[in-house]
């Protein structure tokens, strides 16, 4: 029973983690008919040990249309040739995956711009106004 680690404080078991390997896609000569190379990995995040809810909202806010209704985060991977080479690269990306939803994002505290960038963006203003209304027509006197 073997862990992949995913953070300090989270790792996966690699027991939940369910491999499915179907006929890829695309270039591969007589061999992408003949060997089963892509790679449909399937985690159920909601078995997860101690997911908090802040963690599961983003985690399904960044799978996407990865992430089923049930909660079964499903990761198709066929890049490579090799159905070892896929298994990891899906492997990598669930744990990519994982770790961005793990990051929690500081809070925006507002800011008011500082006077001097007010200044300098009002002189920019009438600068620019200045210039256009001199392309308008001449006054006569």
Known sequence: MARIPVTASLSIDEDDLTFRF????????????????AVELRFDATRM??????????????????????GVIVIFAQAYRSQIRN??????????????????????RPTRPTLGSQKRRLEGKALRSGVKRMRGKPIDS
């Not at 298994?87 to 925006?108: H, S």
């Open 22 to 37: 179907v006929l890829a896609s695309g270039p591969g000569g007589q061999n992408v008919n003949k060997v089963s190379t």
């Open 87 to 108: 298994k990891e690269d899906a492997i990598e990306r669930l744990v990519a995956l994982l770790t961005k939803a793990a990051e929690v994002q500081r809070k925006r």
């Open 49 to 70: 040990e101690e997911p908090s809810a802040g963690f599961l909202r983003r985690l399904r806010t960044e799978a996407g249309q990865r992430m089923t209704q049930d």
